[in-house]
């Protein structure tokens, strides 16, 4: 449809093309009259670029053409680029020819306020606005930098299965499905079968949707979310955290360098990203027992640490701190425990910064057949679905240990969102199954 | 546990330090004696390397040990690196230093023949043998390119939800689960949801895992299977089928580039990965028709193609096929039709050389309201279902296309496997849901 002397190019590239004439495709972001020049903000989904329309460029017939176009009209335009300092990007173009594709009539979405109940009924048209569309573009930088990160370490990636035959730790939490008469369930972890992938290839990082039918409604929780899990062969606690460290000061990093424009649009203060520098403080379980004690919690030791608690450790840094030795009894059965102090287990879990909680939980695993026996019967979990695991101890056990990342915490904590719904195109949360 | 002066290095990096001693951390992979010397080929998940450890080097009591050891058991060996061009990987370690740190005993996985069951009965040890291990390292390579094609092309990430609300298209091959008193689907396709996000970025990708609750037990089927699913706005027919074949050219090229070692492990003809150059051959469905008819199939214009009939067509090519302008009666209501033909549809399917049937599905969609409409009303499907996808022809349509790709029938074919259940670390089939 479009003249095929012109070039076709993209908004974020068009730099490139700078005195050149090129045709840009997309939707009519906003439109601005002034006597007889128009201005149009067109979007390509790769950025947004000023279109200015004179009379005296388009003629008479195209001129009402773009009168008539609403918000949303997807539209093709031709016209010269040039550098223009004050232009949003940087760039404007100068319009020859604007063809419209079709014209939207009353999009739901306007730039005037609309309730978030609205908005996320419209998810399918919210993405397409610059705060969403800036938060979506980061979550895919964070995305590609942690794969980056594991790759070039020589991890392997190994997808952990979705369909899981053993409710391991009570069903209240699960989501069930019918398989061909019998239950599976949905992965709530790949943690287990990452487990065995570190045994095959050394060190290992899934990366996957998990589900928990959580109850929650809090402005931490989805229904399902995405996990980044490395396990490493041949790993301690104190490797694992040095790991951690360098993996999330890698991921913000990352983000910092190659998206300054969209951490812009959504007016996210970089200064607090700037200081995730290794090393991260470090606290034991204990430690930070007196520290909630100091600020007023009445937390006692053993005692399980909550949202509330998570955020008053976390505000006393100004980066990411990592507590770790937690009770043995507190926490899962596949922990190693400290071999000097039983009731200690060499876990940590990592906090963001600003209060924002738990994005980390990760620690050596248990790699002691008996031991292991003793804590599954111990829990009352069903032996037989734990053979495969057990497997792992039996042949050729090594000391090995791991973490898991929540994706969405991640995405919200670096964009400093107030709710996880804005960091996955399509959340779904206890009352969010559409669209 | 090792001695610190000691190096600690991984298999697939030992090149660089030969001349030097080094310490690995791994499992017996191998054991083989010769009077005073005992050979060890030892894994650590990125290779295998042969140690040698003499009486005389490693004294009485290490070499004793060396004798009670069994293949899987976990062990930590430091010597001395050195080329070799007879040795497996081209060096070898001659050791000073042998630790056991756990004993395997009757490791179930022998050298020997073992039947499939007992195999993927026990695939959490399966994936160390050599075979396994090299098509999941191929697997992981061929993500990354997929990756790396789209994210160097300016496609954003876009994970469509895995929950979804509707059965549009009958629910017999659908898993269902109670999602806090509604029905929710797994996902058989992120399609609909990636043309909401080319609307929103230009062009975007989809990379998760979908479900299908198939009865057929085939080499070709898994009930949880990857997909990937790239859409792209103001793209056509032709822009598609040019998409694809640079797509798959690129990801055989990488394997081709970076996985040299383990094609060779897994026996790969690589010349007829050599071949696959565009540009691709392209045929019509109509004159596919005539080539099966002339091959001895019944196959009448209209029916559809299924996987013998496949096979004979990819078989008359020593590359990709794609075959175009099927019959819209047999297509998807979301195909667009040919405006000059309203009886053929404006899509593809990418079949793969060597017999092995369809790997990608794609082409234009429609995109005129009032046409989905009509063809949603004719196929009986819940108007009320789709009323958010139909708001993308609502709101500034534009023509856009699209494909998708099954992971693992792609790195089957790759590999050369005749089963997809060795592409995925633990394939869920329907009599197969552990461990």
Redesign the interface.
Known sequence: MTDKQETQV?I??IGSHAGTTVTV????YHKRSSGKVRFLLVR???GIIQCVASLADVGERMFQLIDEMNQ???LIVTGSVREDKRAPGGYEMTLSLVQL??N??D?PISPKDHGTAFLMD?R??W??SKR??AI??I??TI??AI?DFF?ER?F??????????AACEGTSTL??????G?K?Y?TQSGQL?GE????????IYTF??T?R?E?SKTRRHL??F?MIEPEV??LDLDGDMELAEEFIESVVERVLESRVEELKVIERDTSVLEKVKRPFPRISYTDAIEVLRKNGHETNWGDDIGGDEETTISNQYDRPVMVHHFPSAIKAFYMKHDPEHDELALGFDMLAPEGRGEIIGGGQRE?NYDTLVRRIQHERLPMEAF???L????????PHAGFGLGLERTVGWICGLSHVRET???P?M??R???
Do not use: C
């Open positions: 993209y974020e590239n495709k997309g939707w009519l390509d989904g790769t949303e009209s997807s594709l079709s939207a009539i999009y419209n399918h048209l993405i397409r969403q569309h979506l573009r979550r895919h995305i590609k794969r790759d020589g392997t990636l190994f997808d952990p299965p979705i369909f899981t035959p989501f069930e499905t019918d398989y061909f019998e599976a949905l079968y065995a992938g570190a045994m095959a290839f050394g060190k996957g949707p589900f039918a109850k229904t399902e995405w062969a041949y790699d053979d495969w695991y497997d792992l101890r039996k042949y050729g056990s090594v996955i195109p399509f779904r206890i009352s199954l559409k669209p």
